[in-house]
């Protein structure tokens, strides 16, 4: 079945210091979303991306997705202590109604 | 709007115990999902349904049991827990469609599950 492999597991940064999570998808994925977890918290949405090669932006956060449609990264542009928790991936093939979620990066970030 | 709502937030269970969990969402979203969630595995799904009365199996669905008898309403039930089952518990819901448009799970505060 589909697998979503998602890396670094952890990753701790200086504040100020940029944050990046990689993702990969074992098939190609029609849409991958972004979901933030807050520590003691519920994950949240962050952003949709669609199409082959999209970048899309949030103030410091820049997505992107892969040209083949099964790869897509987070960058965090110079931290700050808010953007502390976990960061997940969610894949989609097909038409499928189910989201495959990568195991997360926890992100902790030093003051 | 109250959004994704679970109940309860945490129980304890000595093995074997039955109970049921509920997720209600006041959204009107056709699909909703039960993940459960332990460290170093992110988000599994046990069970979603795509529509009022339907349900269907997901990636760990083995000791678990689902009902969608009203849109607004998802159980998942354990009929004899196990300490395997020990999570988080996260529902969630969407609205309908696959296309390019938005398609966001919405996810409750999710249940603290223990079982001794």
């Known amino acids: 079945g589909q697998q979503v492999m998602q890396i670094p597991q952890y990753q701790h940064v200086q504040e100020g210091e940029d944050f990046t999570t990689y993702c990969n998808s074992s098939t190609t994925l029609s849409n991958i979303q972004w979901y933030k977890q807050r520590p003691g918290g519920h994950p949240v949405f962050l952003i949709q991306?669609?199409?082959?090669?999209e970048v899309k932006k949030q103030k410091r956060l820049t997505f992107q997705f892969g040209e083949a449609k099964k790869n897509s990264s987070l960058h965090i542009t110079a931290t700050q202590t808010t953007d502390v928790g976990t960061y997940f991936c969610?894949?989609?093939?097909?038409?499928?109604?189910?989201?495959?979620f990568g195991k997360g990066t926890k992100l902790t970030v030093n003051p | 709007n109250a959004g994704v709502t679970q109940t309860p937030k945490f129980r304890v269970l000595k093995t074997g115990q039955s109970m049921t969990l509920l997720c209600a969402q006041d959204m009107n979203h056709e699909y909703m999902y039960w993940y459960r969630q332990d460290p170093g595995m992110g988000l599994r799904l046990i069970h979603y349904?795509?529509?009022?009365?339907t349900t269907a199996k997901g990636e760990v669905p083995d000791g678990y049991n689902v009902s969608r008898l009203k849109k607004q309403n998802f159980l998942l039930g354990l009929e004899s827990a196990a300490p395997s089952q020990t999570s988080v518990y996260f529902c969630a819901s969407s609205a309908w469609g696959t296309g390019l448009a938005n398609n966001e799970q919405f996810f409750g505060p999710g249940t603290r599950l223990t079982v001794l």
């Open positions: 991306l669609v199409k082959s090669g």
């Open positions: 969610a894949g989609r093939e097909g038409g499928s109604e189910k989201l495959v």
């Open positions: 349904s795509v529509g009022e009365g």
